[in-house]
């Protein structure tokens, strides 16, 4: 066990009011000391990759309703963009479940599957606009 040293520290207000704290400090910390982290899961690197494609999406369809509330020129095209983002999501989406155990593809469609349905049925709605113009 590594001896203590102990030191006082304390704030510009504490020391104005009097108080003084004292907290235990390391004497040595060793230069090999390495700081662990937890290994990225398949299912997490999964979703990361996933929820890149999902947030890509959800901008070209904001950009999309934006466009179609405005009635512009740029409307359709942003509409058939949204189109082709959703199509790549869904891919990868699909791609991720099936090649995945089951462990994994039962958490990615937990943490993503309620929100590729929304953003679908979303689009879906945008859709409609193309058959009114």
Known sequence: MTPL??????SPAAIRA?????????????PFTRRTFAAKTDADS??????????????EFEIA?????KKS????DDREAA????????????????RSAAEVSSEIKGRIGQRLRELESAVEEL???DLEE
Do not use: F
Request: no cysteine.
């Open 18 to 30: 009097g108080v003084r704290r004292t907290h235990p400090v390391p004497m040595r910390v060793s």
């Open 83 to 98: 189109r082709e983002e959703l199509g790549k999501l869904k891919e990868a989406y699909r791609d991720a479940i099936e």
């Open 73 to 76: 020129i740029y409307a359709r």
């Open 5 to 10: 040293l102990r030191i006082t520290r304390s």
């Open 127 to 129: 859709n409609k606009a």
């Open 65 to 69: 309703a934006e466009e179609t509330e």
């Open 46 to 59: 999964r979703i990361e990759e996933i929820q890149e494609l999902y947030a890509t999406a959800r901008d």
